[in-house]
């Protein structure tokens, strides 16, 4: 099972790079507003493959959903809150690839690829004083592993 954070959801690096690198036959999108946004669904899942099974889903459905999908899953989150959320309902994250987060006012750039806001940094804090998560700061898989910066963390 593979979890991702990438605030444009469901695009070309998780479909053609992460997809096939993680072997995943499920991608579950993690967002309340787009899991009530029908239409939103079908355009993004215009560029998945047919072997690939994809669930729009609201945080409280996810652990549900994962135990239905079993470990060929590709878990995809649009924002840090909503994985601090997801572990809160129990959720393991082993591992949590930072894939993509805009840069906007307020925001630490860490990578180029990567901009956290305190509160995001405080939730990857805890994740890692609880689940013992480790975090993987890449946009692609073909990237080497970017470990997060000591002083943030």
């Known amino acids: 099972m593979w979890f991702r ?3 444009r959801l469901i695009h070309g690096q998780v479909i053609e790079g992460w997809m ?3 072997g995943a036959r499920n991608l579950v999108v993690v967002n309340n507003e ?3 946004d029908f239409l939103r669904q079908q355009i993004m899942t215009l560029a998945v493959s047919r072997h690939i099974q994809v669930h729009f889903v609201r945080l409280e459905e996810l652990p549900q959903t994962l135990s239905q999908c079993g470990p060929d899953t590709f878990v995809l989150f649009e924002n840090c809150q909503d994985v601090g959320v997801a572990a809160g309902e129990g959720v393991h994250i ?3 690839n930072i894939g993509n987060i805009h840069y906007s ?6 990578y180029p690829h990567v901009a956290l806001s305190d509160d995001d ?3 990857l804090r ?3 004083r609880s689940q013992h998560t480790e975090l993987d700061f890449r946009a692609v898989p073909s990237e080497k592993m970017r470990p997060p ?3 943030l963390f």
Request: hydrophobic content about 40%; glycine content about 8%; charged content about 10%.
């Open 20 to 22: 096939p690198y993680t």
């Open 149 to 151: 910066h000591v002083q």
């Open 126 to 128: 805890q994740l890692i």
């Open 94 to 96: 082993p591992v949590l």
């Open 5 to 7: 954070v990438d605030n």
């Open 121 to 123: 940094i405080e939730m």
């Open 34 to 36: 787009l899991a009530g």
């Open 105 to 110: 006012q307020g925001r630490h750039q860490i």
